[in-house]
């Protein structure tokens, strides 16, 4: 008896939680849908997709986090009429999403753009590491994968499980580049005109080894 009483306790909160979690998206949808009317007035729409709780000068910042302008979870789409938006950004974003999910996502950056109008990222991508894995370089992985936890040290110790890391991180990762997937994957959403820059101070959050940097124009 106490099992089963046991069993059905834990049916129900399950339920309840699952309840909960509905409303809650449902509140943040609705809110969010609100949000976007009014920012639909503007005539200088500027995104920045996966900005966390900070916030640039011109742009609405759009994640999750409750510090950004607008609370929105980016896998239902990009809230805002198709050819309206004058520029798209973001940074060390689009590595967190399944496959799935950014190549729907870069679809709705192409949709909303208006024509010529750039969509301006960085990524993280393999290109640097791969010489120093077949070489066998511990000393340069372990130098520019610096952010391994602790308790991982012992584990995160080979170049492989480096670069295991420097891919997945412990599953914050979902996707990875190199230079010429990343193109691959705007070319097969819609773009044409994809060019792989430079780091730059002015625009960029912060200069990062892995990072490469992309602008594609609709």
Not at 5 to 21: G, H, N, P, W
Request: hydrophobic share 40%; net charge positive; aromatic share 12%.
């Amino acid at each position: 008896m106490n099992k089963l009483i046991k069993s059905v306790t834990k049916i129900f909160v399950q339920a309840l939680e699952d309840l909960i979690s509905i409303f809650k998206l449902i509140t943040l949808y609705i809110r969010g849908t609100i949000n976007v009317q009014k920012m639909s007035r503007s005539k200088d729409l500027r995104l920045d997709l996966g900005c966390s709780n900070s916030q640039k000068k011109g742009y609405i910042g759009i994640d999750l986090t409750k510090g950004s302008n607008l609370t929105w979870d980016l896998r239902w789409g990009i809230p805002f009429n198709s050819d309206s938006v004058e520029s798209i950004k973001s940074d060390h974003f689009f590595e967190h999403l399944n496959i799935d999910d950014l190549l729907f996502v870069l679809s709705e950056c192409y949709r909303v753009l208006k024509k010529g109008s750039e969509l301006n990222f960085t990524v993280p991508h393999l290109d640097p590491y791969l010489n120093a894995y077949i070489d066998n370089d511990l000393k340069f992985l372990k130098e520019k994968i610096s952010d391994i936890p602790l308790k991982y040290n012992k584990i995160y110790n080979n170049p492989f499980d480096l670069i295991m890391w420097l891919l997945y991180r412990n599953g914050e990762h979902k996707v990875f580049f190199d230079s010429k997937s990343i193109v691959a994957k705007l070319e097969h959403v819609g773009f044409k005109n994809i060019i792989i820059r430079k780091y730059n101070k002015n625009n960029d959050i912060n200069k990062r080894f892995s990072s490469i940097y992309v602008v594609a124009t609709k």
